[in-house]
């Protein structure tokens, strides 16, 4: 029979065992090899940790072992130890406390996925993950982070396969009570709660639960409140789930519900109030709203509350396409911040400004959240060097006049959390091992790899209706001696899950090759809602479902967390094939390299520019250098075929050869005649070498480079030191400089330059060519036409550098060199700017001139957006100079 209801019996730890409670209840055992190896040791035949976590340990242990163990001398040291390591992990001065430039006393992170373990299923892919890493990597450095984010009952979904290979997805209950989880409270003990007034006099109300990621916390909004109305309940249902209006109430409760709840938890806790706000894409940009409210209840105006706010936000896009970010119509989102919804005292038209697309091509019937959280933060990036190239030419139009390069969007690439991702065997290898040893290293995880996705293949096929009489080929399904291909990632159809089987029966001859086979294990999930992600999984399923191939090409569902770390470190090559630029980073790849993985990959995200020979190879990339997006189905049909014909060259020509390659010598099978197939649980037989050292010597050389070159670029620690060193500080020093007075006086000015700068003009140009050589100048006079301004409000520029057939100015190496105002206006009321530019370069060389607004407390030139350019083509010919010699 089926309970009606469902709660979890929560053990007495004996007064010795104590330390287990606050053991299970940090998630720092995620990533601690010691924490897991002591709960195991706390029931040695109850669930593996590494896939779940220690409090179904501590719930399904017998009292009588807890009383056992309570006595056993040698487990209450370990105990002891370990209890200690996580007392000085959260109490020590790590990295952040040594740092100079005085950081932030907090950093707010809001994200609407956190992916910290499998026993916290609150992720559906890269996004999620990296948001859990920067919060790890933020714990082991002392970063003071407080994480921000929705704790979803049925999380993102559980993936399963009909019988004919159809994704299905199910909706599990998650709760809170099992998982390590605790419920924020108020000093007197009654929960925290944050209420959102909605239209029609609604109120939705959450409560606060608080993980422990190390020394960072983690606070996670949840509407499932019986005050609730089912509607409303039901608004942190699942992650991405529902239509546009739920989409919009889980964003609003995230970032208007978020700085509440953050509030709040400095309140009970006296945790310092965050300086630096971080918002980790779009979905959380209404968190600036509401700070804007905060400012407005103490009387400040809206412009000002803006300036505010943005000194101390930063913003980071992982978006590579206009479709990819949420935007919601203008109409619902007026509804809900009008008189009768939230942000009571907010203007709604000032709010409908800030997610306005008012750039050429822009929809002006809806609300941009990308667009919102731009103008909310005074400093952005992306996620990738490449990323970032792709985020300033798609935002651009917010920046008119500017060219690409100059757009106020910097990048910091993404980077995973070894401790988490780095499988034990290779973090405890001595740096001096041998080939021997290391090749041997990589055999015993792939071995574990072949057993781990029997073990998955088999539990697919008995949900998929098979019986266990027809299943005895599961055990012949891989080998631990054969080339294994990973590729796992979410199914959007840019990341091109098909592509390996453009030509099918070229697919099929690499994985039966009778002296280089290679085998693929592929994972995946697609969003619900996408049929055409579907049926990509469905055709690759199907083919794997051939008896020819079953044996050498798996898919295995429900892809996750406690799959990936099996994944990563046993496969040998790690396969990526997006359209490019469409991957904004892409850290799947940087996980499996830490564990001495291999990667073939398009050239996108961070492989475009840490890719070297030595770490693995690059898939040409046919795209023309023009936006994937814009591509006709007949350009994209022609695309794929070539770069799927240029995996398979690199497959049969390069990558197989140098993994089977044992030394001097090698036999090769005798035509016609292959390896027999291995029995179940048998290794694949390989040839011994006749001479050389029986190793893939280049092989293993490959793996070394990859350890030890490109594994320290990738860690989340380096990425987490940049976003400190590069964003937060500087944000916290705004932060600190913007009190309301001076933001009030910043505000006026910016009003007063927006208002008086159709007012800027740029009069005659004179220059004075002293030689046409390399390093010669030209002198310059400039009239500018100031208007209502005065020219501290301005700089006037000359940029010069290099230009192409059409004149225009190239690279992001131009010169840019302010002009000095002369003393006084002349008769005309125009300014005469002056000063030398020195010809520092060969080649056809150009310039121009142009007028930007000026003040201290700009982050940047174009932060503004406004720029004054010679006004026509006549006088463009006067103001702007070309020397071709």
Same mark, same amino acid.
């Not at 309970?3 to 104590?18: G, K």
């Not at 994944?567 to 799947?588: I, Q």
């Not at 480079?705 to 916290?732: C, F, H, N, S, W």
């Given at each position: 029979?089926?309970?009606?209801?469902?709660?979890?019996?929560?053990?007495?730890?004996?007064?010795?065992?104590?330390?287990?409670?606050?053991?299970?209840?940090?998630?720092?055992?995620?990533?601690?090899?010691?924490?897991?190896?002591?709960?195991?040791?706390?029931?040695?035949?109850?669930?593996?940790?590494?896939?779940?976590?220690?409090?179904?340990?501590?719930?399904?242990?017998?009292?009588?072992?807890?009383?056992?163990?309570?006595?056993?001398?040698?487990?209450?040291?370990?105990?002891?130890?370990?209890?200690?390591?996580?007392?000085?992990?959260?109490?020590?001065?790590?990295?952040?406390?040594?740092?100079?430039?005085?950081?932030?006393?907090?950093?707010?992170?809001?994200?609407?996925?956190?992916?910290?373990?499998?026993?916290?299923?609150?992720?559906?892919?890269?996004?999620?993950?990296?948001?859990?890493?920067?919060?790890?990597?933020?714990?082991?450095?002392?970063?003071?982070?407080?994480?921000?984010?929705?704790?979803?009952?049925?999380?993102?979904?559980?993936?399963?396969?009909?019988?004919?290979?159809?994704?299905?997805?199910?909706?599990?209950?998650?709760?809170?009570?099992?998982?390590?989880?605790?419920?924020?409270?108020?000093?007197?003990?009654?929960?925290?709660?944050?209420?959102?007034?909605?239209?029609?006099?609604?109120?939705?109300?959450?409560?606060?639960?608080?993980?422990?990621?190390?020394?960072?916390?983690?606070?996670?909004?949840?509407?499932?409140?019986?005050?609730?109305?089912?509607?409303?309940?039901?608004?942190?249902?699942?992650?991405?789930?529902?239509?546009?209006?739920?989409?919009?109430?889980?964003?609003?409760?995230?970032?208007?519900?978020?700085?509440?709840?953050?509030?709040?938890?400095?309140?009970?806790?006296?945790?310092?109030?965050?300086?630096?706000?971080?918002?980790?894409?779009?979905?959380?940009?209404?968190?600036?709203?509401?700070?804007?409210?905060?400012?407005?209840?103490?009387?400040?105006?809206?412009?000002?509350?803006?300036?505010?706010?943005?000194?101390?936000?930063?913003?980071?896009?992982?978006?590579?396409?206009?479709?990819?970010?949420?935007?919601?119509?203008?109409?619902?989102?007026?509804?809900?911040?009008?008189?009768?919804?939230?942000?009571?005292?907010?203007?709604?038209?000032?709010?409908?400004?800030?997610?306005?697309?008012?750039?050429?091509?822009?929809?002006?019937?809806?609300?941009?959240?990308?667009?919102?959280?731009?103008?909310?933060?005074?400093?952005?990036?992306?996620?990738?060097?490449?990323?970032?190239?792709?985020?300033?030419?798609?935002?651009?139009?917010?920046?008119?006049?500017?060219?690409?390069?100059?757009?106020?969007?910097?990048?910091?690439?993404?980077?995973?959390?070894?401790?988490?991702?780095?499988?034990?065997?290779?973090?405890?290898?001595?740096?001096?091992?041998?080939?021997?040893?290391?090749?041997?290293?990589?055999?015993?995880?792939?071995?574990?790899?072949?057993?781990?996705?029997?073990?998955?293949?088999?539990?697919?096929?008995?949900?998929?209706?098979?019986?266990?009489?027809?299943?005895?080929?599961?055990?012949?399904?891989?080998?631990?001696?054969?080339?294994?291909?990973?590729?796992?990632?979410?199914?959007?159809?840019?990341?091109?899950?098909?592509?390996?089987?453009?030509?099918?029966?070229?697919?099929?001859?690499?994985?039966?090759?009778?002296?280089?086979?290679?085998?693929?294990?592929?994972?995946?999930?697609?969003?619900?809602?996408?049929?055409?992600?579907?049926?990509?999984?469905?055709?690759?399923?199907?083919?794997?479902?051939?008896?020819?191939?079953?044996?050498?090409?798996?898919?295995?569902?429900?892809?996750?967390?406690?799959?990936?770390?099996?994944?990563?470190?046993?496969?040998?090559?790690?396969?990526?094939?997006?359209?490019?630029?469409?991957?904004?980073?892409?850290?799947?790849?940087?996980?499996?390299?830490?564990?001495?993985?291999?990667?073939?990959?398009?050239?996108?995200?961070?492989?475009?520019?840490?890719?070297?020979?030595?770490?693995?190879?690059?898939?040409?990339?046919?795209?023309?250098?023009?936006?994937?997006?814009?591509?006709?189905?007949?350009?994209?049909?022609?695309?794929?075929?070539?770069?799927?014909?240029?995996?398979?060259?690199?497959?049969?020509?390069?990558?197989?050869?140098?993994?089977?390659?044992?030394?001097?010598?090698?036999?090769?099978?005798?035509?016609?005649?292959?390896?027999?197939?291995?029995?179940?649980?048998?290794?694949?037989?390989?040839?011994?070498?006749?001479?050389?050292?029986?190793?893939?010597?280049?092989?293993?050389?490959? %793996? *070394?480079? =990859? $350890? /030890?070159? !490109?594994? #320290?670029?990738?860690?989340?620690?380096?990425? @987490?030191?940049?976003? +400190?060193?590069?964003?937060?500080?500087?944000?916290?020093?705004?932060?600190?400089?913007?009190?309301?007075?001076?933001?009030?006086?910043?505000?006026?000015?910016?009003?007063?330059?927006?208002?008086?700068?159709?007012?800027?003009?740029?009069?005659?140009?004179?220059?004075?060519?002293?030689?046409?050589?390399?390093?010669?100048?030209?002198?310059?006079? %400039? *009239?500018? =036409? $100031? /208007?209502? !301004?005065? #020219?501290?409000?301005?700089?006037?520029?000359? @940029?010069?550098?290099? +230009?192409?057939?059409?004149?225009?100015?190239?690279?992001?190496?131009?010169?840019?060199?302010?002009?000095?105002?002369?003393?006084?206006?002349?008769?005309?009321?125009?300014?005469?700017?002056?000063?030398?530019?020195?010809?520092?370069?060969?080649?056809?060389?150009?310039?121009?001139?142009?007028?930007?607004?000026?003040?201290?407390?700009?982050?940047?030139?174009?932060?503004?957006?406004?720029?004054?350019? #010679?006004?026509?083509?006549?006088?463009?010919?006067?103001?702007?100079? +070309?020397?071709?010699?």
């Amino acid at each position: 029979m089926k309970a009606i209801r469902r709660f979890s019996v929560r053990p007495v730890l004996p007064e010795p065992l104590r330390p287990l409670g606050d053991l299970a209840h940090n998630l720092r055992w995620s990533w601690h090899s010691e924490t897991r190896e002591l709960f195991r040791a706390v029931d040695p035949d109850g669930p593996r940790v590494s896939d779940g976590d220690p409090m179904r340990v501590l719930g399904t242990v017998s009292a009588r072992r807890l009383e056992e163990l309570a006595e056993d001398g040698d487990f209450l040291r370990r105990l002891a130890d370990v209890a200690d390591d996580l007392h000085a992990h959260l109490t020590e001065p790590r990295w952040y406390q040594r740092i100079e430039g005085e950081p932030p006393a907090a950093v707010a992170y809001f994200s609407p996925e956190f992916g910290i373990t499998a026993a916290l299923p609150q992720y559906s892919g890269g996004l999620g993950v990296l948001a859990g890493d920067h919060l790890k990597a933020a714990a082991d450095l002392g970063v003071p982070l407080i994480g921000v984010g929705l704790l979803y009952r049925h999380g993102y979904f559980r993936q399963s396969l009909s019988r004919d290979g159809w994704q299905l997805e199910h909706y599990p209950v998650l709760d809170p009570n099992e998982m390590p989880l605790e419920l924020l409270r108020e000093d007197g003990g009654a929960p925290v709660r944050v209420e959102l007034r909605l239209p029609g006099g609604r109120l939705l109300r959450a409560h606060v639960w608080q993980a422990r990621v190390g020394r960072v916390p983690l606070l996670l909004l949840d509407s499932h409140v019986e005050e609730n109305a089912p509607r409303e309940r039901d608004v942190t249902d699942r992650l991405y789930g529902g239509g546009s209006e739920h989409r919009l109430l889980q964003e609003m409760l995230l970032g208007i519900g978020g700085v509440r709840a953050l509030r709040a938890y400095c309140r009970v806790t006296g945790h310092p109030e965050p300086e630096v706000f971080h918002t980790n894409e779009g979905h959380a940009g209404f968190l600036g709203l509401e700070r804007v409210r905060e400012l407005g209840e103490r009387g400040v105006s809206f412009d000002t509350a803006v300036e505010t706010v943005r000194a101390g936000t930063v913003f980071t896009t992982h978006t590579p396409v206009p479709a990819g970010i949420d935007r919601f119509d203008r109409a619902l989102v007026a509804r809900h911040f009008d008189e009768d919804g939230e942000l009571p005292g907010v203007d709604v038209d000032r709010v409908l400004e800030l997610g306005a697309e008012t750039y050429p091509g822009g929809d002006d019937g809806v609300f941009n959240m990308a667009v919102m959280g731009l103008r909310l933060a005074q400093r952005a990036n992306g996620v990738s060097t490449l990323h970032g190239s792709v985020s300033r030419e798609m935002f651009a139009g917010l920046w008119p006049g500017f060219d690409v390069a100059e757009v106020p969007i910097t990048s910091i690439t993404n980077g995973v959390h070894a401790p988490t991702w780095t499988a034990d065997e290779v973090r405890e290898m001595r740096p001096d091992a041998g080939d021997a040893e290391l090749w041997e290293l990589r055999r015993t995880l792939r071995e574990r790899l072949v057993r781990e996705v029997r073990r998955r293949l088999y539990d697919s096929w008995r949900q998929r209706g098979a019986s266990s009489a027809e299943l005895g080929w599961i055990d012949g399904v891989l080998d631990p001696d054969v080339l294994t291909i990973g590729f796992a990632r979410r199914v959007p159809s840019y990341k091109r899950l098909t592509l390996m089987l453009r030509d099918r029966e070229r697919l099929t001859e690499l994985l039966l090759h009778p002296t280089r086979p290679v085998q693929l294990v592929v994972a995946g999930k697609a969003h619900p809602a996408d049929d055409g992600g579907k049926r990509l999984i469905q055709e690759l399923v199907r083919f794997a479902d051939d008896p020819r191939v079953r044996h050498r090409i798996v898919f295995l569902p429900d892809y996750g967390m406690a799959m990936a770390r099996t994944l990563y470190s046993g496969c040998d090559v790690w396969l990526n094939n997006p359209l490019r630029p469409l991957e904004a980073c892409g850290t799947s790849g940087m996980k499996a390299a830490l564990n001495g993985c291999l990667n073939l990959s398009v050239p996108d995200g961070w492989w475009d520019e840490w890719y070297e020979p030595d770490f693995g190879w690059a898939i040409p990339t046919a795209d023309g250098g023009g936006p994937a997006a814009e591509e006709s189905p007949e350009d994209r049909e022609r695309r794929d075929d070539m770069e799927a014909a240029a995996l398979y060259e690199l497959l049969h020509e390069h990558v197989a050869p140098c993994f089977y390659d044992r030394g001097v010598g090698s036999p090769t099978p005798e035509a016609g005649v292959g390896f027999p197939m291995p029995e179940a649980g048998v290794g694949f037989p390989m040839p011994e070498a006749r001479g050389g050292s029986g190793l893939p010597e280049r092989w293993i050389e490959m %793996v *070394r480079q =990859t $350890l /030890g070159r !490109l594994g #320290p670029k990738v860690p989340a620690d380096r990425m @987490v030191r940049e976003y +400190v060193e590069r964003l937060y500080i500087p944000a916290a020093h705004a932060h600190r400089a913007m009190d309301v007075r001076t933001a009030e006086r910043l505000a006026g000015w910016k009003a007063r330059v927006r208002a008086a700068w159709p007012g800027v003009a740029i009069g005659h140009v004179e220059s004075v060519c002293e030689s046409v050589r390399l390093g010669g100048s030209l002198s310059l006079r %400039v *009239r500018v =036409t $100031l /208007g209502d !301004l005065e #020219p501290r409000d301005v700089e006037v520029q000359v @940029v010069a550098g290099r +230009v192409d057939a059409s004149d225009s100015i190239t690279g992001e190496d131009a010169l840019r060199v302010p002009l000095k105002p002369s003393d006084g206006p002349e008769e005309d009321g125009s300014w005469l700017y002056e000063g030398p530019l020195a010809l520092d370069r060969t080649g056809p060389f150009g310039y121009t001139v142009r007028v930007l607004p000026s003040h201290p407390l700009l982050a940047g030139p174009a932060e503004m957006g406004l720029v004054a350019v #010679p006004s026509d083509d006549l006088a463009a010919r006067e103001a702007a100079g +070309v020397l071709m010699r």
